[in-house]
Structures are given as structure tokens and as C-alpha cells.
């Protein structure tokens, strides 16, 4: 069972404008949320993280919206450039544990045109 | 940050042979992860690797197919067993310092 929903599947952004993707948790117990960025070829790279103590984090262009009572969170590529293009994944674990493996989302291809 | 280098970065192999894939970490850490991703999908946990102990499988995943081995505090390595093309994917090494998670580059694995 999939335990963390991410949409969409793709996203073609034109070049300034801004990139949105959106990631649901199930398990309550999940208190620790990060992007993932992947360029082909390469592993994974921490792009940003948020806890549920806050509503939002940012860091330069990218912002992770955080809904507990929802359980979503979403993360936000403003003024996106053609760089930016990659697979974009969220996460969850449930961070009090250090070194707790994570649970990812299936992925966004990110598209930037310029 | 974390220093991961995995080896070999890619490999060709034949059907019914093993290949071993090194995970080199710059520091000690406690805990190894080995995650596969299948080619256009997400990373999917095989295992978790202490030193000093057996390694945890996921559901889906048996020791007798993916052995690993973690003989100290910055070295770990997985062996894909008698391959099938259904085995080809990426295959990364993380270690975690406090919850952030560091990933290697992957190990692109073909199967023929």
C-alpha cells in the first residue's frame, strides 16, 4: 500500500512561471517531509525538508506548504528556469528515529521551458 | 552532507551471473540503506544494513537474492543473485545523518 501520494505525474512549466506538485501522507505517525531532486543519471539530492511544527518553509525559490490536518504538502518552484527540469519526489519517515528510512512518492517529471 | 561513492556507476550483465555493488561512505554512520528504483519509477526500500548485524528486507525482498554485506562503520555492498532482466534498474546506497537522507549516485544495472 502506497503510503505517499504524489501528483502530478508531469508538469511542463513555461520558463518564470511557477511549478507546483503535491504529495498525501496516510500515516499520522510520519513527522518528517522532504523534496528530493533527481537530474538523470544521478542520485537523488536533498532539495528541502519541513516538519509538521511549521505551515511553510522556504528556501530561494522553492517552498514546501505544509497541511497537517489535511495531510498534504506540496512544494512550490517559483520563477522556474529550465535548470529546474528533473524528477522531482517528496517524502515522509517518521523522523524521531534518526536514520528511519523514507517512504517516497512515486515521482514528477518536471519539464521548464524556455 | 554525506560523501557517498557507489561502484561499479553502471554494468551490463548476462542473465543467471551476480553482480556486487560498493557503497563507500566519507564518515561512519550506523545505518545503510539500499533503495532500487525501477527504470521510470520511484526508489523502493530493499534493506536496511547495520554493522555488526543482519541486514532488515523489506517485504518483497529475500537475502538469498540481494545479500549484503556491512563489515564496518563506512562500507556496505549489495549483490544482485542469479539476474533476470526484471532486475534491471538503479540501485543506491543512502546513509542518513539525524533524518536527512544522502543518496549515491546509483549503480545502473541492465540485464540481458
Known amino acids: 500500500q502506497q503510503q505517499v501520494k504524489q501528483s502530478p505525474q508531469s508538469l511542463i512549466v513555461q520558463k518564470g512561471g511557477i511549478s507546483i506538485i503535491n504529495c498525501a501522507y496516510e500515516n499520522t505517525a510520519f513527522d518528517y517531509f522532504p523534496w528530493y531532486q533527481q537530474f538523470p543519471g544521478k542520485g537523488p539530492a536533498l532539495l528541502i525538508a519541513i516538519r509538521p511544527d511549521v505551515s511553510e518553509k522556504k528556501e530561494g525559490r522553492f517552498t514546501i506548504s505544509f497541511n497537517k490536518s489535511a495531510k498534504q504538502f506540496s512544494l512550490h518552484i517559483m520563477d522556474s528556469q529550465p535548470g529546474d527540469s528533473a524528477t522531482y519526489f517528496c517524502a515522509a519517515s517518521n523522523g524521531d528515529q534518526a536514520g528511519t528510512a523514507l517512504i517516497f512518492g512515486k515521482g514528477t517529471t518536471l519539464s521548464v521551458s524556455s | 552532507s554525506a560523501v557517498i561513492s557507489q561502484k561499479p556507476s553502471r554494468d551490463i550483465c548476462q542473465r543467471g551471473t551476480s553482480l556486487t555493488i560498493q557503497c563507500q561512505v566519507d564518515?561512519?554512520?550506523?545505518?545503510m540503506f539500499w533503495y532500487r528504483q525501477q527504470p521510470g519509477q520511484s526508489l523502493t526500500l530493499i534493506a536496511t544494513a547495520n554493522q555488526g548485524s543482519e541486514a532488515t528486507y523489506e517485504s518483497g525482498f529475500v537475502i538469498d537474492k540481494f545479500p549484503i554485506s556491512r563489515p564496518n562503520l563506512t562500507f556496505s555492498t549489495l549483490t544482485v543473485s542469479n539476474m533476470s532482466p526484471e532486475d534491471s534498474s538503479i540501485y543506491l546506497c543512502?546513509?542518513?545523518?539525524?533524518?536527512?537522507?544522502?543518496f549515491g549516485q546509483g549503480t545502473r544495472l541492465t540485464v540481458v
Open positions: 564518515s561512519q554512520v550506523t545505518m
Open positions: 543512502s546513509v542518513a545523518r539525524s533524518t536527512e537522507a544522502f
